[in-house]
């Protein structure tokens, strides 16, 4: 299992870099720069970019979704009973939820949701800012450990 578990945590964080990291680049670097392009070229542009775009944003949600679960049942065990694990876990997911929904809005072609689109700078704020958070629950979580029953200590201090 051991092997199974390093490599669903590969997946999951680099997955998480590609993702989160490209939308960066996306909203720091490739959207300044179309500003200075005739909008029929930055349309052109940002329509090709889009498209290529898609496919890493459906198969990161796809593996998102797949190695944080597998992630999340393998740690159970060792968190029963710690209501703060649970609440913040749960809080990520549903985070990590709405970030889906936007990546897949900006790249999707739904009219309804067009309004993304059209503010993306604004919606990749607002989607990286909440990815920001979901990586500090998940770096908090991590390093936090599993807690004893009496929920006060983390298990590797009550040796002591």
């Keep these: 299992m051991f092997y199974i578990d390093l490599i669903s945590r590969i997946v ?18 490739l959207l300044p720069a179309s500003k200075s392009i005739p909008d029929e ?6 329509e090709s ?11 990161g949600i796809v593996l998102f979704l797949a190695s944080g679960f597998y992630n999340f049942f393998r740690a159970l065990e060792a968190h ?11 809080t990520k997911i549903l985070l990590a939820l709405f970030v889906f929904f936007i990546a897949s809005a900006l790249v999707g072609k739904s009219a309804k949701l067009e309004f993304i689109r059209k503010d ?11 990815a920001a958070v979901i990586v500090a629950i998940s770096g908090y979580v991590k390093v936090r450990g599993p807690y004893s029953e009496t929920g006060s200590v983390p298990i590797e201090q009550n040796a002591s």
């Excluded at 070229?41 to 940002?46: E, I």
């Excluded at 029963?80 to 749960?90: C, K, S, T």
């Excluded at 993306?120 to 909440?130: H, K, P």
Aim: aromatic content about 8%.
């Design 12 to 29: 999951h964080v680099s997955t998480a870099i590609l993702l989160v990291g490209g939308s960066a680049f996306i909203w720091m670097v």
């Design 120 to 130: 993306r700078s604004r919606w990749l704020t607002i989607m990286l800012a909440v």
């Design 41 to 46: 070229a930055k349309d052109k542009l940002l």
């Design 80 to 90: 029963r009973g710690d209501g703060l694990y649970h609440a913040l876990v749960g």
């Design 49 to 59: 970019v889009t498209g290529i775009w898609k496919r890493a944003v459906h198969m």
